[in-house]
Structures are given as structure tokens and as C-alpha cells.
């Protein structure tokens, strides 16, 4: 053999290569492990018989093997390199005397990385170690990079399916075989038009068949929504095809994925049904932020308040409240801010063209998945129409409050007067005939006949306000803090202002009768000693306050029916009540009403 050259390096490595030498000739053996040490390899051993070859790979692991066909005992080199194959995979470079073709085609089925005659030189055996040890470090990178590529294949949720330019299976992914019911193994290497599946082209995209690639003209890919039937299935996908090309520029094959789109579908369909439903409605439906700003606005809105989505888009809600009203908005949105669904309560907004609508109005919050409040929702419903009928019921009721009040004024009270007239002249004919005892029993009767009309007047008074009508709505309360006074012994007393303030009949008459209601609930269930009313002017509103020191109402009490009518005779005049009440504090009741009533 010739000497070896000490320019010849082994490529850096962090180790240098470990090679295990079978040789059954102790001299050739010697004088490969000095190539080898000189070279810079490490020599684990050398052996020369095929069944410790086995066990000192099992042993010790070596980086390669030089591997001599013939061997000591029963295996030759050949039968050891196919077991190492199999269970190590090993590079095995054959060194042999042997270069007969029968020889060469057994060694070519273990797949060697190099097959060297013993006539080699020291560059032969360098370059084939090299060679050997790189095309080795390839495949492992090679398998590493196929199992990355199989697990991610394996791993992605959309189906994957890879094709030849003649649109034959090559590989399907687990995703691809649940999605349309298939078996890796029962498709592959046949043509994808024999997939068991059917395509709709519901949403008209071009192509109409993805999986036809003979209609594919350009270069690049394509994508389209689809519905994919599967014998009794039917669903929606994102089909994307990708052209793959060779080096020559030739399409090679096709990357189809498919993209099961059935949930986003779904909430595409109920977002768009909900959209119709917000878009048709009567009621007007807003949207804003949790400041206020307007963000969507339907055609109920706009058809109710006059403005266009692009006037109102952006602007807060306050632009919807009436200047003389007082704006409940940003109360509204703190009580959401706080978790409160605002249920429905009614107020008063403004059209574009100034006019007033009497409104009911619910606020709910928006929330996204992690609970965060992103948005509001107003409904606001135009009561107006309802406002109008229940104010002509309540003229109506009112009028006939005036008409029973005054029968019983003019009719039953001068009924009664006349039959004290009657009473008296009796008694003075039975004076006259000294009937003593018949006497008596007249002034009896006479008393209670006193009492009937004294009690005629009173129920005629309630029922119409005659200075309410006359003197105008101070001096009605006034008058009635001083009957309550005179009537049930209770402290009353009555703060209004001096100037006279005018409102519309029915907005006098509602304040009268909340004032009246609100004073009979003080005095029968609060039981307290003192009631003070005031009446307040203020800059665009009038305040009417009734506060008593009895026990204070408590929500248990508080959904009785004649507060829920206190709040219904505010509500008809366009006005707000509120009743606060603590215990040891007593109760106020508390109703603002517009000045522009007047």
C-alpha cells in the first residue's frame, strides 16, 4: 500500500470520527488502523470475525465501519453489513479483494456508502471515509427534516392533499381523511377526481371545480369558498390549490388545502340574520361606545331622530337629548360601566328637525370573550303616540274627577243642605209643642247631616282642586298642606315660590295629585311627625319635594301601586320621579318636570 500524505485533514468536527476495522488479515487490519490514526480518526477495534462484529456494535457505537468481506465464522461481511442495516444503519464502507459482479450485487442490496479494492491508496480511503461521513450527516438532516415535515403535515387542523401534475394522490394528512371521511392508504396514488366527495360551487368562484386542474391556466394559486358533500354531510370550505414547479419551470404537482369553514359560516349566517333583524326594525338601535360615542345606527333610528348614519356617526349620544332636559346619558353609562343592564325607562329625545319624542329606552353592555365591556346597546322604542292616549285618558279621568267632585258639590251637598233647612224647621215646630225628647233626636240628626255636608265638601275639594283651577298650582299645595294639617294633626308645612308659575292644566294637575298621593303615603304608612313640601324653580326644570321624618320606605314597599302611579302621572308630563328613603332619615319623594311645559 502507499504511504499516506500528512497534508490529508479530516473535515472540523466537534469529535472526530470513530471507525470500528473488520478485517480477517491482522497485517492489512495494522496497516488500516495507522492510516486511520494518522489521519485523525479514532480506531475503536479491529475484528475478524462477522459475530463480534455484531456485538462491538452493539457495544460501542462507531461512527462507521470498514467492513472486509470475508470473515472468520459464519457470517461474511456482507450478512453482518445487512444486519447492521437493518438495526443500526451505520455507514459500512466494504474493503474487499473481491471486484467479481456476483460479489458486487450482494453488497449493492445493504446499501453501502462506499465499496473500495484492497489495492487503494491512502487518498482512496480518505476521500471514501469523507464522502461517507457527509452523505451519512445529509441523510440523518434528511430524516430529521421529513420527520419535522411528516409531524407537521400529521399536525395542521386543514386538510392537506398533495398531487402530481396528473392529479394523483402522492400524500393526505390525517386533517384531509377525517374531513372527508377517507383512509390514508385507500386513495393514495390514485387520481383525486376519484375522491368520494362532490363540490358545490354555492358562492360562484372561479374555477367552479378546484380539484379540476386541467382548467388551470396560470401560474401561482387559487382560493375560493366551497360546499364539500360527503355522503350525507354537507359543509363549507376554503379550498386553496398550489401550483409546484420543477426546475424547468413545469408544473410538477398541485398542494390542495382545505379549510373546514363550517362555525365561522355559521356565525357569518346568524351575524347577517341578527343584522337584518337590527337593520328592519322599528325601534331605533344604537350602538356606541362605553363613553358614548355613536358607532352603528339602523334604519329605525333613522326613520325616529331624522339624522343619517354619516350626521351621526362618531358624535355622542347627548346630541339626541333636549337642551331644556336633563341629560340621565352619562349616569346611564356609569350604572353599565358597572355591570347594570338598564332596563327600560322612559325619557325624552329630540328629532333632528327639534321635535320631542317621549321614548322608552334599554341599555345593555357588550362584552367581549374575556368579559371586558367594549360597546353599548340602546333600544329606544317612540312612545308617543301611547304618551297622547294616556294623557287624553287621563283628561278624560280628570274631567270626570271635576264632574263627580262638582255633582257632589252642587247636587249631593245641596241635597243635604236642604234637609238641614228642613231638620231645623222641624226642630222649631217640635219646640213649640214642647215634644222635648223629638227635639233632641233632631239636633242629633241635624249634627250628623252637618258632618255629611262638611265631608261632601272636603271629597268635592279633592277630587277638584278649585284653587288649583283659580290661584293656580302654589296655592294648591299650599291649601293642601294645610288641610293635611287641620285633617290628620301632622306637622305640614309648604315652601314654594312667590312669583306665579304656569305650566299646561294637565301638567298642574299631575304635580297636584303625585303632591296629594305622596302625602297620603306619608301619613299612613311612614308615621312620622312632620311633612315638608316644597315647590322649586330652577333653570329649565321645576322640582317638587315631599320629605317626611316617619321610618323611610324600603324596597319591600317600594312596587306599591300608588307609587307605581306617582311615577306614571310624572312620566305623562314628561317629568322624572325618584323616591329616596333610609331608615331614621324618612322618605323624600322627588319630581322634576320640564319648565317648557308651560
Not at 194 to 209: S, V
Not at 301 to 307: E, N, V
Not at 573 to 578: A, F, K, N, R
Given at each position: 500500500?502507499?504511504?499516506?500524505q500528512?497534508s490529508?485533514?479530516?473535515s472540523?468536527?466537534?469529535d ?8 480477517d ?7 488500516i ?38 470473515l ?8 453482518v453489513?445487512e444486519?447492521i442495516h437493518r ?5 459500512v ?8 459482479v456476483d ?12 465499496y473500495i479494492?484492497?489495492s487503494f ?12 461521513l ?9 430524516m ?13 387542523s ?5 398531487c402530481?401534475?396528473d ?5 393526505i394528512?390525517i386533517?384531509?381523511c ?15 377526481r ?5 363540490i358545490e ?5 372561479t ?10 391556466y396560470?401560474?401561482?394559486?387559487v382560493s ?8 350525507m ?25 382545505l379549510?373546514?369553514i363550517e ?15 337590527v337593520e328592519?326594525?322599528?325601534?331605533a338601535?344604537?350602538g356606541?361606545?362605553?363613553?358614548g360615542?355613536?358607532?352603528s345606527w ?18 355622542n349620544?347627548?346630541?339626541l337629548?333636549p337642551?331644556?332636559y ?6 346611564m353609562?356609569?350604572?353599565?360601566r358597572?355591570?347594570?343592564v ?9 328629532r333632528?328637525?327639534?321635535?320631542i319624542?317621549?321614548?322608552s ?16 346597546s340602546?333600544i ?6 301611547r ?8 283628561e278624560i ?36 209643642s214642647?215634644?222635648?225628647?223629638n227635639?233632641h ?6 249634627q250628623?247631616?252637618?258632618?255629611a255636608?262638611e ?28 288641610y293635611?294639617?287641620?285633617?290628620y ?18 301638567a ?12 297620603t303615603n306619608?301619613?299612613?304608612?311612614s308615621?312620622?311627625t ?5 315647590l322649586?324653580?330652577?333653570?329649565t326644570?321645576l ?6 321624618n ?17 311615577q306614571?302621572?310624572?312620566?305623562m308630563v314628561g317629568?322624572?320621579l ?11 319623594v322627588?319630581?322634576?318636570v320640564?319648565i317648557?311645559?308651560?
Amino acid at each position: 500500500m502507499p504511504e499516506y500524505q500528512e497534508s490529508l485533514e479530516i473535515s472540523s468536527r466537534t469529535d472526530p470520527p470513530r471507525i470500528l476495522v473488520v478485517e480477517d488479515e491482522a497485517i492489512v487490519a495494522i496497516d488500516i488502523c495507522n492510516i486511520l490514526n494518522s489521519l485523525g480518526y479514532i480506531v475503536l477495534d479491529t475484528v475478524d470475525n462477522g459475530s463480534e462484529v455484531i456485538d462491538q456494535v452493539n457495544c460501542q457505537k462507531p461512527d462507521l465501519i470498514l467492513m472486509d468481506i470475508h470473515l472468520k465464522g459464519e457470517l461474511d461481511g456482507i450478512e453482518v453489513a445487512e444486519i447492521i442495516h437493518r438495526t443500526h444503519r451505520i455507514p459500512v464502507i466494504y474493503i474487499s479483494a473481491y471486484s467479481d459482479v456476483d460479489t458486487l450485487s450482494r453488497a449493492k442490496t445493504t446499501q453501502p456508502y462506499g465499496y473500495i479494492i484492497k489495492s487503494f491508496d491512502q487518498n482512496d480511503l480518505f476521500f471514501a471515509i469523507e464522502m461517507a461521513l457527509y452523505r451519512h450527516d445529509m441523510e440523518i438532516k434528511m430524516m430529521e427534516s421529513e420527520r419535522l415535515l411528516a409531524t407537521t403535515f400529521g399536525g395542521i387542523s386543514d386538510g392537506v392533499i398533495s398531487c402530481t401534475a396528473d392529479g394523483k394522490i402522492q400524500l393526505i394528512n390525517i386533517a384531509a381523511c377525517r374531513m372527508l371521511g377517507l383512509s390514508q392508504d385507500d386513495y393514495t396514488g390514485r387520481s383525486i377526481r376519484h375522491l368520494p366527495i362532490q363540490i358545490e360551487n354555492y358562492f360562484k368562484e372561479t374555477p367552479p371545480d378546484p380539484l379540476d386542474f386541467s382548467s388551470y391556466y396560470s401560474d401561482g394559486k387559487v382560493s375560493g369558498r366551497y360546499f364539500i358533500v360527503v355522503k350525507m354531510s354537507r359543509f363549507p370550505v376554503v379550498c386553496t390549490v398550489s401550483t409546484l414547479k420543477n426546475e424547468n419551470e413545469k408544473v410538477s404537482g398541485y398542494i390542495v388545502i382545505l379549510r373546514n369553514i363550517e362555525e365561522e359560516y355559521q356565525v357569518q349566517e346568524m351575524q347577517s340574520r341578527l343584522a337584518s333583524i337590527v337593520e328592519t326594525s322599528e325601534d331605533a338601535i344604537i350602538g356606541s361606545t362605553p363613553e358614548g360615542t355613536i358607532i352603528s345606527w339602523n334604519r329605525g333610528a333613522r326613520i325616529l331622530f331624522g339624522y343619517t348614519q354619516s350626521e351621526v356617526q362618531g358624535k355622542n349620544l347627548s346630541i339626541l337629548v333636549p337642551d331644556f332636559y336633563p341629560n340621565e346619558i352619562p349616569e346611564m353609562l356609569d350604572r353599565i360601566r358597572n355591570g347594570e343592564v338598564i332596563d327600560h325607562y322612559e325619557t325624552l329625545r329630540t328629532r333632528k328637525d327639534g321635535g320631542i319624542l317621549d321614548m322608552s329606552i334599554k341599555i345593555s353592555p357588550i362584552r367581549d370573550s374575556r368579559g371586558h365591556l367594549i360597546a353599548a346597546s340602546l333600544i329606544a322604542r317612540d312612545m308617543s303616540k301611547r304618551k297622547q292616549l294616556e294623557k287624553e285618558i287621563l283628561e278624560i279621568e280628570d274631567r270626570e274627577r271635576s264632574r263627580i267632585g262638582q255633582d257632589l258639590h252642587d247636587s249631593l251637598g245641596q241635597q243635604l243642605t236642604g234637609i238641614l233647612l228642613r231638620l231645623k224647621a222641624l226642630e222649631g215646630q217640635l219646640l213649640k209643642s214642647r215634644e222635648e225628647e223629638n227635639v233632641h233626636t233632631s239636633r242629633e240628626i241635624q249634627q250628623l247631616v252637618r258632618n255629611a255636608v262638611e265631608q261632601t265638601r272636603e271629597m268635592a275639594k279633592g277630587l277638584i282642586p278649585v284653587t288649583l283651577q283659580t290661584d293656580g298650582l302654589v296655592e294648591a299645595l299650599q291649601e293642601l298642606t294645610l288641610y293635611c294639617q287641620s285633617m290628620y294633626g301632622v306637622a305640614t308645612t309648604f315652601d314654594g315660590p312667590r312669583e306665579e308659575i304656569k305650566l299646561q292644566p294637565i301638567a298642574e294637575v299631575q304635580l297636584y295629585h303625585i303632591c296629594q298621593e305622596a302625602l297620603t303615603n306619608a301619613i299612613k304608612h311612614s308615621l312620622g311627625t312632620s311633612i315638608m313640601v316644597s315647590l322649586e324653580r330652577e333653570t329649565t326644570e321645576l322640582v317638587l319635594s315631599i320629605h317626611d321624618n316617619g321610618n323611610g320606605i324600603t324596597e319591600e314597599n317600594s312596587e306599591g301601586l300608588g307609587l307605581r302611579i306617582m311615577q306614571y302621572r310624572a312620566n305623562m308630563v314628561g317629568g322624572h320621579l325618584s323616591i329616596i328613603g333610609n331608615k331614621g332619615w324618612g322618605t323624600a319623594v322627588i319630581c322634576r318636570v320640564p319648565i317648557t311645559q308651560e
